[in-house]
């Protein structure tokens, strides 16, 4: 071997010693820090469970495990896999024996550089480096290379991983049950792994009224209890477990105001069992038993549900033929409130909708008591004697399921007959629906539902018999006055009310006094219904009398009224009738000069709010200007009073000026329905003609919309903006500004509103003229007639 080789072979083999302490230092670190988690996690483990009972959370040992991996693969890559597979250069290792090694005397540190530069010497220098390599090799080949290790971090990691591993494997040997324990816990992730090794245990059941009814949590611990009843919780100690001494309850509610949690202890009432009551409880609640080393590990539920209640009851009824009701018969009736009101001799299906599903019902009342569970296809009834409360059992035969599939609705067949008490008397052993029932009965229904929960109060529902009275007929006379035209078209509105349905309807009316009663019909008749409106069709929502066909004359009286029958064929039929109504015939000439002076008082109106709505505009600029002063004065301490002054003027001018607009608006939608009216007059009475309508139309009622539906809300908003920047303290002046522009467009739109009105007056005074032209010519050929019969027969005297 030549000194070279022998050289490479010393580095060669402290490199190869390197990596096997590397490996072992690692490998034994490693086992320790295993061992070292093994009994944090044992700890821990033991520490939770005494101080809570519990098992630790599944996550929590899953997160322990992925540590304890993570841990281990981390150690490994560090302690071993980096070091152990990290590259040593020969010069590195050289350093490493100069180091420990003085005598070397940097000779083999040189050699092994030289080594590495052979092929850029001269022949001088190789022969140099050839003597040097030699003297290298010698020294080294004298060398104990195991001298260059510390092998006391090694010894340290060899006991500690020794002490740990020996003492997990005699806790193994000798508690083997708290090793699996450890392994069912952290390896296998069961969740009852300290059920094994529990002294005690508990099982917990509810009681609920009424007779304290036992109810068990269902297999996912929750029980479903009724909002705001009480709940007695009651904890039995198992059989051949340890009876605890106390039990405590822990509880944690969730309502809107946020999470709640409390403690109590619980009552003994006998050696292995305990209650508590938690009253009136209206929240869910999450329950824990505590006692001895028991305690339930998942939390027993509490779910508060809404008891079941009747939501609605509607009646299929089957009236009696007198009533006329039979195009009613396919429709439900809805019970408002606890009592409805049927002809005696009604046969219906009560129908009762609840809010839960339904396992059983009862249903009671001073004569019998009614009980039926979901899915039978009979029924208990139990007859009550009013006299001696003596019962009797009867069998009730159901043509099918009372209660739906979905259980949310159930049914009953009665029958209202007049004589039910002596029916009811007469029944045997057995009978079917529908059972009689008398008149005003009143019935208790109670409900249970899937949840097994009772309805905490019976509904109620009267059903009274009831007798048939006269149609009610109400009727308004619309878009007419007491005076009207020998044209008019009288629009009639209103409805006709009656206990069975209206059968027949029709307009009486009478021309003078003592003139016999005349009939027309209405254009459309009812046919049974309860409520019958008068109107023509949808679109035209009244009926209306044509007075033209009368033939009638300036001066005659026309009396009008609605008139109605039922369809009682028992005792009846009753007549009613709605208000009289007595209109005078005038010409046309006449009703246009009553309506002009209506539109005259109505321009006057609106002529006074043109007028304040202008004042209020003036106002609004001498407030500009006293809010341009106060801006200048604000700051300045000699001019507060003065301020103070001006705020206060400001801010009453804001409050004034909403009042006043908003008065005004008022006023104007009034004016606005005082010119429909008009028009509805003026077209009822037949005296409307193109230009009239145009005029109103176009001229008055089209720009009055658009100022109160429009203009009025734009400068009320102004003003409130004004108010609301005064109430902050801003600068008004800019929003007192846009209020007066909105002011001045509605003052804008009212001038020419007004110039219509005052046009129409032109126009209207104008034909009164015409009129009492036509009157006066009218007169001067009577006169002009009278004279002629006069001379007349003067002359045949002669």
Same mark, same amino acid.
């Given at each position: ?10 580095? =060669? ?7 096997? /302490? ?22 821990? !483990?033991? %520490? ?7 098992? *630790? ?32 250069? $020969? ?96 390896? +296998? ?31 996912? &611990? ?35 105001? =946020? ?10 009432? &006998? ?11 209206? @929240? ?18 509490? *779910?508060?549900? !809404? ?14 033929? /007198?009533?006329?009701? !039979? ?21 219906? @299906?009560?129908?009762?909708?609840? #809010? ?18 979901? &899915? ?19 069998? %009730? ?21 007049? #004589? ?31 949840? @097994? ?11 009274? &018999? ?10 308004? +006379? ?10 008019? $078209?009288?629009?009639?509105? =209103? ?91 005038? $010409? ?6 009553? *309506? ?5 008082? +109505? ?11 202008? !004042? ?41 000026? +909403? ?64 108010? *609301?920047? #005064? ?23 009212? @001038? ?42 003067? #002359?045949?005297?002669?």
């Amino acid at each position: 071997m030549t000194e070279q080789q022998q050289i490479l072979s010393i580095l =060669g083999r402290l490199r190869s010693r390197i990596r096997t /302490y590397v490996l072992l230092e690692g490998v034994t670190a490693v086992v320790a820090v295993l061992c070292l988690l093994f009994w944090i996690t044992f700890g821990l !483990d033991l %520490v939770h469970f005494g101080i809570r009972k519990l098992e *630790l959370p599944g996550w929590f040992r899953t997160l322990c495990l992925l540590g304890m991996a993570g841990v281990t693969i981390a150690s490994l890559v560090s302690w071993v896999g980096l070091r152990f597979f990290r590259g040593f250069r $020969s010069r590195a290792l050289a350093l490493v024996l100069e180091r420990r090694f003085p005598e070397l005397d940097d000779r083999f540190i040189t050699a092994v550089e030289l080594m590495e530069r052979q092929s850029e010497q001269t022949p001088l220098q190789a022969a140099m480096s050839q003597r040097t390599i030699r003297q290298a090799s010698d020294l080294a080949a004298k060398l104990e290379l195991g001298e260059v290790f510390n092998f006391g971090p090694l010894r340290r990691n060899l006991i500690a991983a020794a002490v740990l591993v020996t003492s997990v494997l005699i806790f193994g040997i000798t508690n083997a049950d708290a090793m699996g324990r450890w392994l069912n816990a952290f390896v +296998l992730g069961r969740a009852d792994y300290w059920e094994p090794f529990r002294q005690s245990e508990m099982s917990v059941h509810a009681l609920t009224q009424p007779g304290d009814r036992r109810r068990e949590f269902a297999d996912d &611990g929750t029980l479903k209890h009724p909002r705001g009843s009480d709940l007695t919780l009651v904890a039995v100690s198992g059989e051949g477990k340890l009876p605890p001494e106390k039990v405590t309850l822990q509880f944690v509610s969730f309502g809107g105001s =946020g999470t709640q949690r409390g403690r109590v202890t619980m009552n003994s009432s &006998g050696s292995s069992e305990f209650r508590h009551t938690l009253s009136r409880v209206i @929240d869910d609640h999450h329950l824990w038993v505590t006692g001895g080393d028991f305690v339930n590990r998942t939390p027993y539920r509490i *779910l508060i549900v !809404d008891p079941p209640r009747v939501d609605q009851i509607q009646l299929r009824c089957d009236y009696p033929t /007198y009533t006329g009701k !039979d195009s009613l018969e396919d429709k439900l009736v809805d019970v408002v409130g606890t009592q409805v009101s049927l002809p005696v001799g009604t046969q219906f @299906d009560m129908l009762a909708t609840v #809010n839960k599903p339904l396992a059983e019902f009862h249903v009671r009342s001073a004569r019998f008591e009614l009980s039926y569970r979901s &899915g039978e296809s009979t029924a208990q009834l139990v007859l009550i004697d009013p006299e001696t409360e003596a019962k009797r059992v009867v069998t %009730v035969t159901a043509a099918g399921d009372l209660v739906t599939s979905e259980g949310t609705q159930f049914q009953l067949p009665f029958r209202l007959a007049p #004589n039910g008490d002596a029916e009811l008397d007469s029944i045997g052993d057995e009978t079917t629906f529908p059972l009689p029932l008398p008149p005003d009965t009143g019935l208790q229904l109670t409900l249970r539902d899937t949840d @097994d929960i009772d309805s905490p109060d019976p509904a109620i529902l009267l059903v009274n &018999g009831i007798v048939d009275l006269e149609p009610v007929v109400d009727s308004r +006379l619309k878009g007419v006055t007491a005076v009207i035209t020998r044209g008019a $078209s009288i629009p009639v509105e =209103g409805k006709i009310l009656d206990d069975y349905g209206v059968n027949r309807a029709w307009f009486g009316y009478r021309i003078d006094q003592g003139a016999e009663e005349r009939v027309r019909e209405l254009s459309q008749q009812p046919s049974g219904q309860r409520e019958f409106p008068l109107q023509i069709s949808t679109d035209e929502p009244v009926e209306r009398f044509a007075v033209l066909p009368l033939e009638l004359k300036e001066g005659q009286v026309l009396t009008l009224g609605v008139f109605a029958e039922d369809g009682d064929t028992l005792t009846g039929p009753h007549v009613g009738h709605g208000e009289m109504f007595t209109f005078t015939i005038v $010409s046309k000439d006449e009703l246009l000069a009553r *309506l002009y002076d209506r539109e005259v008082n +109505l321009r006057l109106r609106f002529e006074q709010i043109r007028e304040e709505v202008g !004042d209020l505009r003036t106002s609004l600029d001498s407030h500009i200007e006293m809010s341009q002063e106060r801006t200048q004065l604000r700051g300045d301490a000699q001019n507060r009073e003065k301020t103070d002054q001006l705020n206060v003027a400001i801010a009453a001018f804001a409050e004034r000026a +909403l009042h006043q607009l908003r008065k005004n608006h008022t006023e104007s939608r009034a004016i606005e329905i005082g010119f429909r009216e008009l028009r509805e007059e003026i077209v009822n009475n037949r005296v409307d003609t193109k230009e009239i309508l145009d005029r109103i139309d176009g001229g008055v009622l089209a720009p009055m919309s658009i100022l109160n539906e429009e203009e009025f809300g734009t400068a009320d908003e102004g003003f409130g903006n004004f108010r *609301l920047v #005064n109430e902050r303290q801003g600068e008004t002046t800019p929003a007192m500004q846009t209020a007066g522009v909105a002011l001045d467009a509605m003052l804008a739109r009212m @001038d020419r509103i007004l110039a219509e009105m005052k046009d129409r007056g032109t126009f209207n005074e104008l034909m009164q003229q015409l009129q009492l032209l036509i009157e006066n010519e009218q007169k001067l050929i009577e006169e002009t007639e009278k004279k002629r019969n006069e001379s007349f027969f003067n #002359n045949l005297g002669n």
